[in-house]
C-alpha cells in the first residue's frame, strides 16, 4: 500500500486537469467587482450627461424665448428622462470673458473691462439630480449630487 501511495503523488503534483476551473474561481470575484464598478461608473457618468442636457435645454428655451421662469423651469425639468430638478433660474448682467466665460456687472450701463462693449442680459439656468450607486463604493457618498450649470446671453 505504501508504494501504491508514493507512486500517485509525483502523478497528482503534475496533473494539470481542473487548473482552469481553480483559476477561473480565483479571478471571479475580481472580475464581478470591475463589472459592477464599470457599471456604476457608466451609470453615474450618463446621470451627470443628462444633467447637464437638462440644463442646456432651459438655457436654449431662454435663447429663443426670452427670459421666462416658469417655461425655462418645465424646459429643464421635461427635457430628459431622468428625474432633475430646476434650480430658480436668473437673469444677470455680463461681459464675455475669455477666461472666466462671464464677468457679472452690477448693471447695463457700465462698459465691460474692455472699455467697449456694454454688458448683455444672461440667463444662468441650474439643473440637479441624485445618482445611487448599485453598491455602496468607498469615497462615495449615496445618493450622488450631480449639478450643471449653463450660462446664455438673451436678446
Known amino acids: 500500500m505504501a508504494m501504491k501511495t508514493s507512486l500517485m ?5 503534475h496533473d494539470e486537469a481542473g487548473a482552469s476551473a481553480a483559476e477561473f474561481v480565483l479571478i471571479l470575484p475580481l472580475m464581478t467587482l470591475l463589472l459592477f464598478g464599470a457599471v456604476d461608473v457608466g451609470g453615474l ?11 442646456r435645454a432651459g438655457a436654449t428655451y431662454a435663447l429663443t424665448n426670452g427670459f421666462d421662469v416658469d417655461g425655462i423651469t418645465d424646459a429643464v ?14 437673469e444677470r448682467f455680463g461681459c464675455p470673458d475669455a477666461a472666466t466665460g462671464v464677468t457679472e456687472m452690477d448693471d447695463d450701463t457700465t462698459p465691460c473691462p ?3 462693449t ?15 450607486p448599485i453598491f ?6 449615496d445618493p450622488v449630487p450631480l449639478s450643471s450649470e449653463t450660462k446664455v446671453r438673451i436678446p
Do not use: F, H, K
Not at 503523488?9 to 503534483?13: A, I, N
Not at 425639468?77 to 436668473?90: F, K, R, S, Y
Not at 455602496?136 to 457618498?141: E, H
Open 45 to 55: 457618468a450618463w446621470s451627470q450627461m443628462q444633467v447637464g442636457a437638462a440644463a
Open 77 to 90: 425639468t421635461n427635457a430628459v428622462g431622468l428625474t432633475v430638478t430646476a434650480e430658480a433660474p436668473e
Open 136 to 141: 455602496g463604493w468607498p469615497g462615495l457618498t
Open 118 to 132: 456694454m454688458p448683455g442680459n444672461y440667463a444662468i439656468v441650474s439643473a440637479s439630480a441624485n445618482y445611487s
Open 114 to 116: 474692455d472699455g467697449v
Open 9 to 13: 503523488m509525483p502523478r497528482l503534483l
